[in-house]
């Protein structure tokens, strides 16, 4: 009954939600399991994978339950809110993959695989971002 609320949404916003979800969660636990040569940069990448997984998951929620009402204030926060975590997620993933680059000697290839996974896996998530991003931001030019 709630993935058809949801669904009831826009077919495509919402499978593109929950395709977040799912990749979003990946990279959180690549980058939690694996060693990076700064930690830095591995806090930043944690904060941005948490902060949008539970933002989104937030969005979600209050979208299934009818939190919104139709008003178009809630149109503006998700084309805001989508087009942050596209920022944030990009600046994630090009720090994600710098750390990856200079993996030096005392590290393991299993180590040097699970941070190209998370690389990768954090650029679907961008890329996942910035298209929901457009359609919300087609949705608000809309309203």
Same mark, same amino acid.
């Given at each position: 009954?709630? $993935? ?5 949404? %826009?077919?495509?916003?919402?499978? #593109?939600?929950? %395709?977040?979800?799912?990749? !979003?969660?990946?990279?959180? &636990? $690549?980058?939690? @399991? ?5 930690? $830095? &940069?591995? !806090?930043?990448?944690? +904060? #941005?994978?948490?902060?949008? +997984?539970v933002a989104t998951t937030t969005? &979600? ?7 919104? !009402? !139709?008003?178009? @204030?809630?149109? %503006? $926060? ?12 990009? @600046? ?8 990856? &680059?200079t993996i030096q000697e005392g ?13 990768? +896996?954090?650029?679907?998530? %961008? ?7 457009? +359609? ?6 809309? @309203?």
């Amino acid at each position: 009954m709630l $993935l058809r609320q949801a669904a009831q949404r %826009t077919p495509v916003k919402t499978v #593109v939600s929950l %395709t977040q979800q799912v990749f !979003g969660g990946l990279v959180w &636990i $690549l980058v939690a @399991s694996s060693l990076v040569p700064w930690p $830095l &940069i591995q !806090g930043w990448v944690m +904060f #941005v994978s948490v902060f949008c +997984f539970v933002a989104t998951t937030t969005l &979600i929620v209050l979208y299934i339950i009818g939190a919104h !009402g !139709g008003e178009t @204030s809630w149109v %503006t $926060l998700d084309a805001a809110y989508h087009c942050t975590a596209a920022l944030f997620y990009l @600046s994630a993933s090009v720090l994600e993959a710098l750390a990856a &680059i200079t993996i030096q000697e005392g590290f393991i290839y299993r180590h040097y695989h699970e941070n190209i996974a998370a690389v990768v +896996f954090s650029y679907v998530a %961008t890329l996942l971002y910035v298209v929901h991003a457009v +359609f919300s931001l087609i949705r608000w030019k809309s @309203s």
